[in-house]
């Protein structure tokens, strides 16, 4: 599976954006997905994940009620809602695919090129 992010950008404290992930390859619908994201100086962190047939998703207790992850299956898409978006939600933003146990352990067996998301006061 390939992967290919985009949608990140500068955007002031509050503002939203919306980054897409488009896959070509392998099967897409055989995988959970995720996004992570990997702030300067710290760790790959996990954001959210999605079901193979997006009927149950997970967030980081951190943007929960503030991002939304959602798929479609027939376009190859994955894509994050990021609403309300703070100073610390800087970093840059990959998506992934994987098992569902493992994307929450921030593991995937394929990941796009990332993402810069800037959040400024």
């Known amino acids: 599976v390939q992967l290919q992010a985009s949608g990140g950008g500068l955007v002031e404290a509050g503002g939203s954006l919306r980054l897409s992930c488009v896959a070509s390859?392998?099967?897409?619908?055989?995988?959970?997905m995720g996004w992570f994201r990997q702030a300067p100086g710290k760790e790959r962190e996990f954001v959210a994940r999605?079901?193979?047939?997006?009927?149950?998703?997970d967030y980081v207790d951190s943007v929960k009620g503030r991002f939304t992850i959602s798929r479609d299956n027939i376009k190859n898409t994955v894509l994050l809602q990021m609403n309300s978006l703070k100073v610390e939600d800087t970093a840059v933003y990959y998506c992934?695919?994987?098992?569902?146990?493992?994307?929450?352990?921030?593991?995937?067996?394929?990941r796009g090129q990332g993402t810069l998301v800037t959040v400024s006061s």
């Open positions: 992934a695919a994987g098992g569902w146990t493992t994307l929450r352990r921030a593991e995937y067996e394929y």
């Open positions: 390859g392998r099967t897409f619908r055989g995988y959970a």
């Open positions: 999605i079901t193979w047939n997006g009927d149950n998703t």
